[in-house]
């Protein structure tokens, strides 16, 4: 089984910053890609970013020029940088990783919250 925990969230002005991140744990033998994704009430899930082991990124339209991912292979370890906020950015994010153990499995974090208002 594995877990991913996720911190850093909370409230932020409009214009500020956060940065989150995701430690997987448990059996892993590899992972292969990690990312993030937020839904907003009344929304759907959307992809943020995501980044693969060798280090490559794609990130959805709403993130481009503002959000940075990253991860640490070595912790199992995902980044989010998350710059000059705006109020719709204002969700729940959540961290996903492709983990390869005995099978290869999807696992999703619980969730943090992030909410930008003045």
């Known amino acids: 089984q594995v877990q991913l925990v996720e911190s850093g969230g909370g409230l932020v002005q409009p214009g500020g910053s956060l940065r989150l991140s995701c430690a997987a744990s448990?059996?892993?033998?590899?992972?292969?890609?990690m990312g993030w994704y937020r839904q907003a009430p009344g929304k759907q899930r959307e992809l943020v970013a995501s980044?693969?082991?060798?280090?490559?990124?794609n990130y959805g339209d709403s993130a481009k020029g503002r959000f940075t991912i990253s991860r640490d292979n070595a912790k199992n370890t995902v980044y989010l940088q998350l710059n000059n906020l705006k109020p719709e950015d204002t969700a729940v994010y959540y961290c996903?990783?492709?983990?390869?153990?005995?099978?290869?499995?999807?696992?999703w974090g619980q969730g943090t919250q992030v909410t930008v208002s003045s």
């Open positions: 996903n990783a492709n983990v390869q153990a005995f099978i290869r499995t999807q696992y």
């Open positions: 448990g059996v892993i033998f590899s992972i292969s890609t």
């Open positions: 980044i693969t082991s060798g280090g490559s990124t």
